[in-house]
């Protein structure tokens, strides 16, 4: 079997996430090494447990000893322009983690350094290959709910726990940023042909001690008429919550992939771990499994793993990724104004969510 | 036992609902006619069927005839404001069913006829006596989910069977005219003393053959930071949906009214009713029970029925299906515009979709 | 309106339940004194609680000074059968909770004595009036799932507060006494008109300090084919459970009366209460409301009320409080031997439990 | 990567999930022929679909032409032993669906003869593999439901389309040994170390025009006090359902491998398939995803393949496969006489069923 020579960069909560799912899906990965600039010796503990032979701090180093066909980026918001244009200088095929990066700009540039080395590039949106939202676009594809009208998607948790994800300086924006980016990517593979005609949102920050916003409601609207709805939250206790609706002129699906996926239990003592950020589990707790599979992690690397080594192109790629970035800022922009915002649309400015609070 | 003289003025599916409810769980109210003025044949089956002593098809008879204490409107939307005005004239304390009426001037004038004679004018939003849903208020009212921040409410169905609600002349507007005017009221309910600031709706006539609006999402901004998103549509299939969600800074409530309380069925053979607007039932079905009930239909009308015979107030006024009607006016104003509206808002317009469809 | 004097007999739980019962639901009912025997303390502050007008320690008194039409006997299970006898002696009509009594000879006296009397004599199977699973029925006896040939109930809680429940003296036998019944009682109101030909139950005492079972299995066969299964528990924890299937040879209904009716809630803090023996309320509960409408309390109430003030005869008799008294018989029988066993059955025991226990 | 070369036996609808799995998720296996023996032209047509090299009906040629590791056994339950014992007489490695065959004396020859060429020999119980109920396994197995009291199982469709399924010849009985084996390997698998003192069963025949059972309720004992119970059917309609429900002193744990893991869908125009079994697709229905995934097809031929690979125990053996045969051949005789029936039981039969027939 030929197999892909990966080097992961990062060695955070979504690389641990890429990492188990290599491991157990990917065979044709073949994760030779990891880098982090930042925490050295978290990175160490990483490569231990995962079992990957090498580890980095200076990407020279990393390049020059490690023969690499992939990388596969998983670093916060404001690393991924710089990484990726240097592995594409590089001459590596990249896989970047959502969102694709902070601005437009970066989006170009990044696109155009791979453009031009023909390597590929795609952009890390996991709901593209989460088994339960595909069996339901299979669907809606085959016509079983008619003509498509609307579509929703949310995502909530009660919020991240790096502290970066809640500074603009290193994440840009909020949850419109870190899960909204979610909504914007699938509304687009949900409806595809369709253009984003407009973004209305209106966001708000209710819970957390941060100048971002940690709950929003967008409504986009396609040129082909179907409305989609977003909401992300980082308010909303309880776990982990990821649903969709599809509904078309003859019909509608519904789908979950927490709590719709889960075991119910009730326990007096509790217990190690129910889902991504479910808290305590004393009492009743959806009990999830699997749930990297069932969010299409795997699927998803599998699928690069295979486009790099039978030079097919990503299903998704950077550029959905700046659509889905373009969509953002459209939302700020809406959310200052409280108008919906005509796309194209594409403002100069340092992190997209200036353009909500007016800076 | 002291009972109220009812005339219900109406004899299609909601005076059909309400006399359900008077019957099995009013004692105190005594329905002693039904006034028809459009389908006599239609309220004498009606009344037959309910075991009404008297039928009219005109009013004066009906008043002259009849030593009724409370009237209850249940007739389509353009009819309340002249039988309300007619009714209070006649000194008689008035339900009138959702939406008030057409337009503000028609309200202001309805409430200004029973004000100047101190009659009783309650406006008969069921959802703020849904058992289910009252039960989540009183748990966010305790504080279980600690600072509301965010209120959903959503009505769904295939759309209504009768004709004129498909028509701004009859009807005022389209769905957010026949099921907005829920969530209007109940968000104003469920965060009172909370002023709403403004009003953003995007709509869309998907399915229905008509210029009224068959689907709308609607989000509201109150002056205390809480943040409610109404989804209203004649273009899902399946059967009614009515559910809520109660979003705070310490927990989260979610309760349905239809498939949430259903009892689920398989049936090779199909079987009578499974709910309302559920169409088939062949297959697997949601099989409703007590659905009036559950609606908080019986609960609505005993408490009117309580405060005519013990003069009390009731909890749901004029003034509040007033200013659903308001949000209505500046739900239909943003759809065009695409920008938030901010309240007060009372143009003149005859028809609320005016405001959408630009004239 | 004639309305019927009614003593409660109690004033324990499940009075609490009848108390709330009747005072929104019944119009009918009249409820002129209560009765304990033997905490008139708490039995005053009942009276109080409830706005009973008398309360009484001495039945020669209560039956004395209060002109009474029927009671409505709530008390521990081995207080029946004399309360029973002396109110029909007194020539009242009788309501009596579940189970009926401790034996079968009881039964036959407490029956014989109404009987000459021609007395109104229900057995409260609230479950015979619970709105869901009546639908469920009504659903069943329209052909919805063809043919019956398997029901299945389950009603599961962590066990009873009141320690008389635990005790064979006091309580007959153990969770097949308490919830058993239910399942038996239901099972024959489901499958009318055939006869009990066999019972087999599987019996463990697993979480409770107590000689009587607190988890078992049982499963009926009938004389037209159809199997029936019952499984109740003390020590299930989580909350009240009560759940029927319904299989048919053209489809299935499911239906529960807690969860399935309940809010979903999330709570960092908890909150007064979420249902019957729910315990703890922090994290997920699932938040029932109108409890006792949902459980058929209300109906059975209404139903016995219009049977004594119209003369009609109870659709639950005390017959079918023997019925599935015998089947308990059996159930206790079977749990001995490992072997189903045939009805008839009524060997002379003290207490049922005796068979499974041996002595 | 080393590979094990896998010859499939039989092309019928297991072998087709086992040939998606191997594909999708087993790259360490490596089919290199199919054989069937009765319907070769189904097994080109089937090797084809899978890109199978090879296809034999002569067992002589398969294993002379192609150099086989293992083989992986597909086929009708009457078949078993015969392809088992000459497998291993040509030293493969085997699979073998469930059941493991029709008799305990076939058992044995089996076991025996992979014994003593110390061949690996699983019995294929996909429930030790599926992922949601290996949550549940490991949850109990940390302590969260405290100690184990009570299993649940229950597997329930509207019938298997093959006519041999109904045939004692050929099936060696009808629900209780083709799903029945279900739930008594994965009792033993939850309740590892205990034994199984006794097994109770009510059998009847409700539905298909057979001299089989087709709907089961089956009450097992374990020596340490644990009950299961276990519930099997042909005669549900509505789709396939797999529930398991465990219960401890502690908590309890629910799970599903169907309706709680599927999109929920409503149409008007019905799709392609929405489950195994699942028949019409109008209206509600339940649409799974990832079905081989989700009964644990691909996680357990992965074992079996690793197991051959690398010199390790399977974790389900042919004397787990055994235990389960021994079970079924206990509830029949109980099902016959109405008692419980105690283990080690092991009477001389041809079919199993028979015991239950009486003859």
Known sequence: MKRVKVAVIGAGFSAD???????????????????????????????????????????????????????????????????????????????????L??????????????????????????????PKYERARALMESGAVGKLFMLKQSEKH???????????????GGVMMDMGCHAMAWFRWM??????????????????????????????EFDNGVTAVAEDSWARHG???????????????????????SALTYSNKGYDYAAEKAGATLGWTFTMYEEAFNQGYPQELAHFTDCVLNDKEPLVTAADGRAALEMIYAAYESARTGRSVTLPFSPKVKYPIELWLGK
């Open 239 to 261: 776990g982990m919550d990821d649903r969709i609706e599809v509904y078309g002129t003859q019909g509608v699906s519904y789908a979950d992939l927490f709590q719709g996926n």
């Open 158 to 172: 009660s919020g991240p726990h790096s502290p970066w994800f809640y500074k603009k300086e290193t994440a840009g």
């Open 17 to 99: 996430i890429h990492m188990e799912s290599y491991a157990r899906f990917v065979p044709a990965a073949d994760v030779v090494a990891v880098y982090d600039g930042h925490d050295p010796k978290g990175a160490g503990n990483f490569a231990k447990k995962h079992h990957i032979p090498a580890v980095y701090d200076d990407l020279d180093k990393l390049y020059t000893n490690e023969e690499i066909d992939m990388v596969d980026i998983c670093v916060p918001n404001y690393l991924h322009h710089g990484l990726c244009v240097d592995a594409a200088r590089r001459d590596k095929h990249i896989l970047v983690e959502k969102p």
């Open 191 to 220: 409806n595809r042909g369709a253009a984003v005609k407009s973004v209305y949102s209106h966001m708000s920050t209710v819970l957390h001690d941060t100048d971002c916003d940690d709950n929003t409601v967008t409504v986009v």
């Open 101 to 130: 990066c902070l601005t437009l700009e970066e989006a170009d540039e990044m696109i155009a350094e791979c453009k031009k080395r023909s390597l590929k590039f795609m952009y890390a949106e996991e709901l593209c290959f989460a």
